[in-house]
């Protein structure tokens, strides 16, 4: 199903519209009100810089606040990377010939089976996508415009024509046949 309802974006009615809802998406994820601040004008500003990018399929807030998770992300990034430059000695053994202390850097990392992992990840990913389409047809299209590409509650109930409160009743009773039907197919085999 596709929208045929472009959205354009107005810079003009940024702060109005979306400031305070951005700064509290924001404030929840880093705790911290400057930087949350400080993240909400830099989501404006690389939204002004890039408008030329914006295709008008989801709203003008869904664009926004996509743009604010990679500016939450990049912050994260950069206090962790800023983290790993510094040096730490670790001791790897107290006695023996091979008594003494590594750069962290350089300690060997865990043996742990990524390809396990990885195989155990694609098979959950299959088990969810199965149980996701033996969805009722309504279900799915309302939980994957909703939960996975994130569209507005206002914009799903538009083009669908039902009531929010409607919309929020099929995301539960389909988050209930999701769980039940993975629970079945993936942890209980």
Not at 35 to 44: G, I, N, P, R
Not at 92 to 117: A, T
Not at 140 to 146: I, W
Request: net charge positive.
């Amino acid at each position: 199903m596709t929208f045929t309802k472009k959205h354009i974006l107005k810079p003009d009615d940024w702060v109005k519209l979306h400031a305070d809802y951005l700064f509290n998406y924001t404030i929840t994820r880093v705790n911290d009100h400057d930087l949350a601040k400080d993240l909400v004008q830099e989501t404006f500003f690389s939204g002004i810089k890039g408008q030329n990018n914006f295709r008008g399929q989801a709203s003008e807030r869904t664009w926004l606040v996509s743009i604010l998770k990679r500016k939450i992300i990049d912050h994260y990034r950069k206090i962790n990377s800023a983290k790993g430059k510094k040096e730490v000695r670790m001791n790897f053994y107290d006695e023996g010939e091979n008594k003494g202390s590594w750069l962290e850097e350089r300690v060997p990392q865990s043996w742990d089976n990524e390809s396990e992992k990885k195989i155990e990840n694609d098979e959950l990913k299959k088990a969810l996508n199965d149980c996701i389409s033996g969805l009722p047809e309504k279900y799915k299209m309302v939980f994957l415009l909703k939960t996975v590409q994130e569209y507005e509650t206002e914009e799903i109930c538009n083009e669908l024509g039902i009531t929010s409160s409607n919309l929020w009743v099929i995301i539960h009773r389909a988050r209930l046949q999701l769980r039940k039907c993975v629970e079945e197919n993936w942890f209980n085999k």
